[in-house]
């Protein structure tokens, strides 16, 4: 039972048989010729040699199939997670040079650590610092970015930056340059595939082909976009004309690699790892928990870290570079009938099956084709909807999302992701640190207390409640102090505060100080402070602190009754002060 | 009335007469008695000529009087922000240096303009991320630190160091060099600091004298400390002996300075000005309440924040360093009968006559006396009553106050105020991340919805009820899907389910995206997504959205009203498919 909880394999595959191998197969088969230009084309906008995405799409796998919670999700080289190991890995070394590979190599180790560090520890919930409106503007933003960055393939040219402003200017500076053939199989193959994704479908299931496996056809528009454009170059000798080519691929399985132990490399990266990680982590686990819910499973994110930690490791460690759980490739998987992660290890054995036999004829496949591949499938994570969604429902949110797609487009990625989730947690704490409150009073002929700004109510100058509608924590504890002073501030007749805790779900260290700071400040004015509803938990808290001993006031069970009570004892103390004064008490003054 | 918010001196400027003088005049003198050794000795604990300390006490009090709000609080050198100089400087220069004295100067400006940017852009709120519990850890380490460094004044041998561990061991390794009249001189000067402190005032009192003039008069002990010994040290030719002293002090009013204005410089000291500033402020926010609430004043913590700025600013042109409002000195002001802050202003006057015509008398004062008088002022500071409270209260407030105190004591200042600002982030956002949330079912015979552990209620196994008891933000909402799904994956007999908001405050577009991802996970599997009893306000913001238009179910206002409805309509439909088969109908089947 605990060890299945670390090893998922133990549950499937004890019911693993003939239907759900024959499914996998299928899957395994599907994804396999969808993922063989895409680990080429991925590694290469990495900044990498291509035979390094088809290392990562292999052992990285296989170990997610062993540790994974998701029976669907097919792990590998991802558009994003490419870009920003070509962004940290060009800030210590040249792309393409041994010292990249090897940078790549520590970044995939280091975010293996971390995720696995990550999922031991349970710190998953880190991840929700990462907001849906700082992925989706980050997700956006690298689209954007990596498409641009791949038009220098598309037009045969030379353009650097990892950010908008220096790409553009320096595809711009270099246009003159055009290799007309290379834009004509880049252009060519890039219509293509935009068609294959909108209009083939279509067209099969008009030429009788059920939808299903219509869809699934339509994935391997990219192989026929590889075979067609690899056989022109042959055919044609583009290469002679101008038309960069993959070359030389080594025809082996992955080797063996062990990443440097660099101190200071790996200082250098452990923030860009960080990132890398935390952004992989939350676009695997939506995807993953999509996937599941279709088919009433779960995922467990702890444990998709161990999983996705391990595949880090395992990329590390055979010559691979940083990967995760893909959108477009799970999502095929689990189309074509992927039923266990075994469908996962089968795509692993068909891409190692690829390294070892179909590299030859790779090596004259145009980079323009696998730059088409990449931009097609970037340019679906753009989404210019959910802005102005956002926009609509909450300017906060908004601004974070702006903030993260302008810093990410126009100073890189890791600027921007930190920018957003900076905002975003600004905002929070700010937002947690003035929380609402209210003033109540009695609804007349009720026992109901409410706003004294919305409804007619009765109140009494010397009784002033204050309800308070969050858990009193370190973040707002200040806020609480300054708002209760500055309502006893304005009420110069009070005698009596009385908080209404209805609402309160805790009091932390910091809350409960402010709160004896409260009692003593208002002690030192004359005002008595009441606490009124409080919460069992709350109230079993507050019983282990001195508050309750040294108020100044009483904890009632009930607002009603506090306000009653309390008007009543003031009544009968002023009767008695009458009565104590004989001139008073005939009623002479 | 605008101009009067940022120079609250135009406020009490216009009503300030004789009464007031008089009472300001008398609160500005006790304090320039104590605040002179004081300054001395904590110019030199942050390893600054002691001239520096009187300095910080002249410019910068007179900028906090215009622009501060509180009418009591004394700004000027304090142990725990003298010791984080200390240690800042300490990174860029040698103690003692024109560069450390220059690196100073520096620190006080970035805290400055720091405190006037937050002040400014109204970022007072960031101040909240300190706790409670880490602000009296970091307080309490501190103080503990400052005692140890200075006993090697008392002993007057050589110690080094920043945290424990080193100043201990350099202590232990030093202490045969002990100077036998130095330790004479510190040890009686720290017995009799101390008895002034618990004796004196009993002692007065039993003499005749009143409470308050008795406590005020006990101020003195410093002073007359500094008188005796210094007297001591001429008598007897102690510097002879080996007693060092203060030696010679300029005597001339502050200079006017100009900070380096040395970009890398800046960014070496950006992180330490920042605690710093953040620190100070803290201190001398929570003084200045604590005065104001004794006398229903108020202060404004954003104006607060640009006063000490304008002070910081002050102390960088003048020849100081980083100063905040103190709490010993602000507590005598206070008791002395200080009314404005003009009593600031009349204490800036006589440390400045003192630095004109009292300093060529200091010239003998031993340092062991000023350290005596550090230790006495600090082991104040030292607060081990709160530790066990807390422990008491909460354990994982206890958790973030020990992390501050052990990594402060074991491995500085700095990393000790983030390592309790980061466990109490971690801490905090670990706790937003997983709400209270409660499967709830009616209490039969009301319309009650409570939760089905804790009581007996009613519930039907093809609907469910979640109540949310937390607004819904980004940093809950991956834990409001995993929770959902995990409930819906538990009930396979489920048709309904319903999400009862009525603790619901606010829900953001992250959150909101995590609704809309339920309502579509859940229509996959079959199941209708409703909500009930959701507030105005939230309402009012959904509309705005998709979700309340794609709704798989129903947006409910009572959760009685939503549970009744259901279950009628289930039967509704279970008679209707009867009705449809004739021999269901007639009962055969």
Redesign the interface.
């Known amino acids: 039972m605990r060890l299945s909880r670390f090893l998922p394999v133990l549950e499937w595959g004890r019911a693993y048989n003939g239907t759900t191998l024959t499914n996998d197969l299928v899957a395994a088969g599907i994804v396999t010729i969808m993922l063989i230009p895409q680990s080429l084309a991925y590694a290469m906008l990495a900044g990498l040699p291509p035979e390094i995405g088809l290392y990562a799409s292999i052992l990285p796998i296989i170990a997610y199939a062993l540790f994974g919670t998701s029976r669907a999700l097919a792990v590998g080289p991802v558009a994003v997670i490419s870009l920003m190991t070509l962004t940290a890995a060009s800030s210590v070394a040249v792309p393409g040079s041994a010292e990249f590979i090897a940078a790549a190599l520590v970044l995939a180790l280091l975010s293996g650590l971390i995720l696995l560090a990550m999922g031991i520890l349970r710190l998953g919930?880190?991840?929700?610092?990462l907001?849906?409106?700082v992925v989706s503007g980050f997700i956006t933003a690298s689209g954007l970015i990596i498409a641009t960055s791949q038009l220098k393939s598309i037009l045969g040219i030379k353009a650097s930056g990892e950010a908008l402003p220096e790409l553009v200017s320096t595809l711009a500076a270099n246009l003159p340059a055009t290799n007309m053939p290379t834009l004509i199989i880049g252009g060519a193959s890039t219509a293509f595939l935009f068609w294959v994704r909108k209009g083939l479908k279509p067209l099969l299931v008009s030429m009788g082909m059920k939808p299903r496996v219509a869809d699934l056809s339509a994935k391997a528009g990219p192989i026929a976009a590889v075979a067609v454009s690899t056989l022109s170059v042959l055919l044609l000798d583009l290469e002679a004309a101008g038309v960069k080519t993959v070359g030389q691929i080594p025809q082996s399985l992955p080797p063996l690699t062990l990443p440097l132990f660099d101190v200071a490399l790996w200082q250098q990266l452990a923030i860009p790892a960080l990132l890398l990680s935390i952004i992989g982590f939350v676009e695997s686990?939506s995807v993953a928990?999509?996937l599941?819910?279709?088919k009433?499973?779960?995922i467990n994110?702890d444990q998709e870290l161990i999983g996705l930690g391990a595949a880090n490791v395992a990329a590390a460690f055979t010559g691979g570079y940083p990967v995760t759980g893909g959108f477009a490739r799970s999502v095929v998987n689990f189309d074509a009938g992927a039923e266990t992660p075994a469908a996962g290890a089968f795509t692993a054995i068909g891409i190692a099956i690829a390294a070892l036999f179909l590299t030859p004829y790779l090596a004259s496949l145009p980079i323009a084709t696998l730059a088409a591949t990449i931009i097609v499938a970037v340019l679906s994570l753009v989404d210019l909807k959910t802005p102005r969604?956002?926009w609509?429902?909450?300017r906060?949110?908004?601004a974070a999302m702006a903030a993260t797609i302008l810093v990410t487009l126009l100073v890189g990625v890791e600027p921007g992701v930190i920018a957003g989730v900076g905002l975003?947690l600004?905002l929070?704490?700010?937002?947690a640190?003035?929380p609402?409150a209210a003033v109540v009073g009695r609804v007349p002929g009720t026992e109901h207390f409410r706003n004294i700004l919305r409804h007619s109510v009765f109140t009494d100058p010397r009784i002033l409640t204050i309800r308070i509608?969050?858990?009193l924590?370190?973040?707002?504890?200040?806020?609480l102090?300054?708002f209760v002073?500055?309502q006893?501030?304005e009420h110069p007749q009070l005698q009596h505060l009385v908080l209404m805790a209805s609402?309160v779900?805790?009091i932390?260290?910091?809350a409960?100080?402010?709160l004896e700071?409260i009692n003593h400040?208002?002690g030192?004015?004359g005002v008595a402070l009441h606490l009124s509803e409080v919460k069992g938990p709350v109230m079993d808290?507050l019983e282990?602190?001195?508050l309750i001993g040294d108020l100044t006031g009483q904890v009632w069970l009930s607002q009603n009754e506090a306000f009653a009570q309390l008007i009543e004892q003031m009544q009968r103390a002023e009767q008695a002060e009458i009565a104590r004064d004989p001139l008073l008490a005939r009623g002479l003054i």
């Open positions: 919930f880190l991840a929700n610092l907001s849906h409106p686990v928990q999509t599941a819910a279709k009433r499973q779960r994110p969604h956002i609509r429902y909450s906060a949110d908004f975003s600004g929070f704490l700010w937002r640190s003035r609402h509608d969050e858990s924590t370190y973040l707002n504890a200040r806020w102090e300054e002073l500055e006893v501030a609402a779900n805790a932390d260290a910091s409960l100080e402010s700071a400040r208002l030192d004015a808290a282990r602190s001195h």
